[in-house]
């Protein structure tokens, strides 16, 4: 059960008002979940179509704290560059942070804001922490959070399908196809 109508909600999104986050795609990350060969391979089908109907691409990158400056509560991880098979090219967008939410301590939703960006379909790692909890907080701003539910994953299988199941109720959890037929028209 849904507290929405998606047939409404997906009439608001086309191309010109979207824009596509690539969540953390990591190399520590992607070498940790369960299944990084489809992953990539939808990932990748997504990047593809969104450089083709022009919708601009934000990768976000995990980016620790100085040392002094780290929570006490976390553990110091270094995730790795953006892995390579799925790299930014000129014009993409590289977006540091410290947290799971895409908003805090960055400029975000001023560039989608800027842009009349109203649209944001999340991909990448983990659906669980940063990919729901920035989706959720899109939404609390007024954003149309999409989750491209064939193109973000996780190191633990049942976090990410209980997620999946979470957000269908709130937001819109579409596949690629799904996305792609909103940007062609």
Do not use: C
């Amino acid at each position: 059960m849904s507290f929405f109508n998606a047939d409404e909600i997906k009439k608001l999104i086309n191309r010109n008002n979207s824009v596509l986050v690539v969540w953390d795609v990591q190399e520590a990350l992607v070498n940790s979940i369960f299944n990084k060969t489809e992953f990539i391979s939808k990932l990748k089908e997504l990047i593809e179509s969104a450089r083709k109907y022009n919708v601009p691409i934000v990768y976000t990158m995990i980016t620790p704290f100085p040392e002094r400056f780290q929570p006490k509560i976390r553990r110091s991880f270094n995730p790795g560059d953006i892995y390579k098979e799925v790299y930014p090219k000129e014009g993409d967008v590289i977006l540091r942070k410290n947290t799971p939410s895409i908003f805090v301590g960055t400029n975000f939703e001023l560039m989608l804001r800027n842009a009349g960006i109203s649209s944001i379909v999340f991909t990448g790692i983990a659906t669980d922490i940063g990919v729901e909890t920035s989706a959720r907080h899109a939404q609390a701003l007024g954003f149309i959070p999409v989750i491209a539910k064939e193109a973000v994953s996780s190191a633990d299988k049942e976090a990410h399908e209980r997620s999946l199941l979470n957000m269908q109720k709130l937001m819109l959890v579409l596949s690629n196809k799904e996305i792609i037929e909103l940007w062609e028209k």
